[in-house]
Structure formats: C-alpha cells, structure tokens
C-alpha cells in the first residue's frame, strides 16, 4: 500500500516557476515508479511526466517536454515536478501516481493521489 499527498499547487503568472510535491508513505516508495498526470476542467486526465523506481529514467508528454522535470528523492520517499516557463494551457488539477509498471496510461498505476490544483493566468 502507497499512500501519496500532492503539494504545492497554487495560483501563479504565465512565464513563472512552481515546484509541486508528492509524499509517500509505506515502505515500497522505492520499488514503485512514479507519474504526474493533470486533468483540466471538462477533460480527461492526461499524462504529464514518468520516472522510474532508481530515477535514472524519465519521460514526459511532448507539451511538456524541455520545461518541465520529474525527479524522486527515496530516502525522503517524495516526488517533485518541476515546472518552468509555465503557460495558461497547463492550468489543472495534477495528481501523482503510483505503480509496479512504468508507463502513460492511468492503468499502469495502482495508487493515487487527491491532486493539487495549478491555475496559471496570462
């Protein structure tokens, strides 16, 4: 069982930075890939971002791709999403996901989180 808290959405300018959190707890963090999907208002959850159980592989959706960064510390059993040069299109609500298989679907994943919601003005 993986538990996992989203933090760190808020409200920011189009052209801004915002980093978002996600904590586990239970204690296969580590043998669990991670993923950041987002879903906006009146669509579907999308995939945003992968990294593996080590950290060492990464994959993103093409949007995203050179702005934003997923990273885990395991011994503090968190994941982040970096976001840079953010844009009114990424406003949503992001969630992060848990899951024995790496992957872009919402399938691969076997936990999740309650979102944390990212609006970007222009």
């Known amino acids: 069982q993986v538990n996992l808290v989203e933090s760190g959405g808020r409200l920011v300018q189009a052209g801004d930075s915002l980093r978002l959190s996600c904590a586990a707890s239970?204690?296969?963090?580590?043998?669990?890939?991670m993923g950041w999907f987002r879903q906006a208002p009146g669509k579907e959850r999308e995939f945003v971002a992968a990294?593996?159980?080590?950290?060492?592989?990464?994959y993103y959706t093409s949007s995203v791709k050179g702005r934003f960064t997923i990273s885990r510390d395991n011994a503090k059993n968190t994941v982040y999403l970096q976001m840079n040069s953010l844009k009114p299109e990424d406003t949503a609500v992001y969630y992060c996901?848990?899951?024995?298989?790496?992957?872009?679907?919402?399938?691969?994943?076997?936990?999740w989180g309650q979102g944390t919601q990212v609006t970007v003005s222009s």
């Open positions: 996901a848990a899951g024995l298989r790496i992957g872009v679907g919402k399938d691969d994943y076997d936990y």
């Open positions: 239970g204690r296969t963090f580590s043998s669990h890939h």
């Open positions: 990294v593996n159980w080590s950290g060492d592989y990464t």
